[in-house]
């Protein structure tokens, strides 16, 4: 398991002062993290077949510690495409919780390739996994859902509920695919609805793009795009991306996604 990043409250600034950039606010508390930073390279096709990996950081301050990086786990998002201008999204999340119990979340979503990723149907397994015992603590629940309309048909067992909502209809993990298809002359989706780990209805979410920023990683400056996503019930979003479009970071509320190819999910 990583260990936590213990930073100075300065420690970013000065960072991004010896790269000759400016730290921007979302990464405040990512110093220790994009100091060891390596920058993917090579060609991206954001509309082929690819798989992402992202460390999973809980990010806080305290007067005592300053910025903090704690364990969160990790995602892994696979994407593949279908005919018919839909593809295949497969995540594989754990989340950490500084105990050996993780939250493990594994989906298979079938999405349009629109500008939002919205969804068409999906299929969800949830199971509290015991990484000491190397088993489940608790059974696992098997969700299913699909989109028609702005219909949201929810099943779990004999268990039903349908929900309606404003199209487009995505969720938090197909947001993270469908704006690495947004080039840099684009601008940013219009207002949707999201479905936050396929299971909590946030209403009104809109992105904003904003200019390009210089940010110190790995020694040296980096010029990223960003957007910012806000709506209701989240709290505000910073996407960071590369000149070849693939998504860096996301950073919002305590929760913090960094790219990390080589990351595995905690199940020991």
Not at 106 to 122: F, G, I, P, R, Y
Not at 172 to 177: M, R, T, Y
Not at 195 to 220: C, D, Y
Not at 227 to 254: C, K, M, N, Q, S
Request: hydrophobic share 40%.
């Amino acid at each position: 398991m990583a260990k936590p990043f213990r930073e100075d409250k300065d420690m970013l600034a000065l960072q991004a002062r010896e790269a000759g950039s400016v730290p921007h606010r979302s990464l405040l508390g990512l110093g220790g993290v994009l100091k060891g930073f390596s920058m993917p390279d090579g060609p991206f096709d954001p509309r082929g077949e690819w798989e992402h990996r992202y460390r999973v950081f809980i990010v806080r301050t305290t007067p005592e510690d300053g910025w903090q990086c704690l364990p969160g786990g990790a995602l892994i998002l696979r994407r593949k495409p279908l005919d018919g201008g839909r593809f295949e999204l497969t995540v594989r999340f754990g989340a950490e919780h500084g105990t050996t119990i993780v939250d493990r979340l594994d989906a298979q979503m079938v999405c349009k390739t629109d500008e939002t990723a919205s969804l068409v149907s999906w299929q969800l397994r949830a199971v509290l996994f015991d990484t000491k015992q190397g088993k489940a603590a608790i059974e696992a629940v098997v969700e299913t859902g699909s989109i028609a309309g702005g219909e949201i048909r929810l099943a779990a067992g004999a268990k039903k509920k349908t929900l309606r909502a404003p199209e487009p209809i995505t969720s938090n993990w197909s947001l993270f695919e469908a704006l690495q298809r947004l080039g840099p002359e684009r601008t940013a989706p219009p207002e949707f609805s999201m479905l936050e780990e396929l299971r909590l209805l946030r209403l009104n979410q809109r992105l904003v793009a904003k200019p390009p920023v210089e940010v110190g990683v790995g020694g040296r400056a980096v010029l990223l795009r960003r957007l910012e996503h806000f709506g209701d019930g989240i709290l505000p979003y910073t996407y960071w991306f590369d000149g070849a479009g693939r998504l860096l970071f996301a950073v919002g509320g305590l929760r913090a996604y960094v790219w990390e190819p080589k990351v595995e999910l905690d199940t020991k």
